[in-house]
């Protein structure tokens, strides 16, 4: 799968058809575009994420995260919103926001916020 180091992300990143850009600007790298896994793992802080698919996302804290599928892991808190279509969401901190799945479970420390699953449970 592909790797992609980096720190604080301050503004925007989104892995579209997995292509990655960070603030609108395209990121390259070895084995970046040859890839066909997406494992995400940002270790510091994000503002907003999106992704149009992956088999999971690990992130210390997010203000704003959305997938179509993969797994969301939050070690931290959620400032905002959180969705994915397929896929648990695992946040270690709060939920200030709203965390939507449509098929997968949703577990917060601490629920602030609203939380909904079609097909799945909710712990908190």
């Known amino acids: 799968g592909k790797v992609i180091h980096t720190g604080n992300v301050t503004g925007n990143m989104s892995i579209v058809n997995g292509e990655v850009y960070i ?18 793992e940002i270790v510091g802080n994000v ?5 149009s698919g992956c088999n999971y996302i690990n992130l210390h804290s997010v203000q704003k995260v ?7 892991n939050v070690g931290g808190d959620v400032l905002g919103d959180t969705q994915t279509i397929s896929g648990d ?10 965390v939507k799945t449509s098929s997968g479970n949703v577990t917060a420390s601490k629920i602030e916020g609203s939380v909904r699953t079609t097909s799945g ?4």
């Open 23 to 40: 603030d609108g600007a395209h990121i390259t790298g070895d084995g970046i575009e040859d890839s066909k896994t997406v494992n995400i």
């Open 47 to 51: 503002g907003d994420l999106s992704v």
């Open 66 to 72: 959305s997938t179509s599928s993969g797994d969301v």
């Open 89 to 98: 969401v695992v946040i270690g901190g709060s939920v200030t926001g709203k």
């Open 121 to 124: 449970s909710i712990r908190g």
